[in-house]
């Protein structure tokens, strides 16, 4: 079965670039997307088809996706982006997530 | 706006099923698939499948094809999600999400339900 994996956890400071990877095997050939989840809440879309903002979703957000990995930027980091994030994608009829990173903003 | 609310807390004694529904509220809930994905206490999410709302097909997880069922009741733009045979490793809150995608699913979720806990213990 196809598997995404992800670091578990990424420290980034206030107003400096967080990266968040997602490798998977062609993972480029598929379409990558990214969920925010806050303590207690239930999982927000922040990025889809790989580099697409949903509406209402900030600037700073962006995404890549090449290769083996897709990528979640995250620029000028908030502490409001304080926030376990989920890469997903879809294989053989099959949706995949990945484990998960847990960003801190210190 | 579009809303799912989902039913409350269960706790089940291993062995027993569960059934856990979501009622769409704000859009034409035929129109987009309903999916069920679950997260154990302190892990990711998992997907558990989906339901097409307008036909009642399914298309199911490989790890949950031999205890799942999900159903809708149209008329109540409500969806369920029903767990059989339970363990202490299905203690989790599991959600309803739809999808983004008007009659084809796109496998992106933009709104989530509220989450149902279910406990399973002795």
């Known amino acids: 079965s196809y598997e995404l994996t992800q670091p578990p956890s990424v420290s980034v400071s206030p107003g400096q670039t967080a990266s968040i990877t997602c490798s998977g095997d062609?993972?480029?050939?598929?379409?990558a997307c990214w969920y925010q989840q806050k303590p207690g809440h239930s999982p927000l879309l922040v990025m889809y088809q790989d580099n697409k903002r949903p509406s209402g979703i900030p600037e700073r957000f962006s995404g890549s996706n090449s290769g083996n990995t897709a990528t979640l930027t995250i620029s000028g980091t908030q502490a409001m982006d304080e926030a376990d994030y989920y890469c997903q994608a879809w294989d053989s009829s099959t949706v995949v997530f990945g484990g998960g990173t847990k960003l801190t903003v210190l | 706006q579009v809303q799912l609310v989902q039913s409350g807390a269960e706790v089940k004694k291993p062995g027993a099923s569960v059934k856990v529904s979501c009622k769409a509220s704000?859009?034409?809930?035929?129109?987009?698939?309903i999916h069920w994905v679950r997260q154990a206490p302190g892990q990711g999410l998992e997907w558990m499948g989906w339901i097409n709302p307008n036909s009642g097909g399914t298309n199911y997880a490989q790890n949950f094809q031999d205890r799942v069922t999900m159903t809708r009741d149209a008329s109540i733009s409500t969806a369920y999600m029903d767990l059989s045979s339970l363990t202490s490793d299905d203690t989790a809150v599991y959600y309803c999400a739809r999808d983004t995608g008007e009659i084809v699913a796109t496998t992106l979720f933009d709104s989530w339900g509220q989450g149902t806990l279910v406990t399973v213990s002795s």
């Open positions: 062609k993972l480029g050939n598929k379409y």
């Open positions: 704000g859009y034409t809930f035929t129109v987009y698939h």
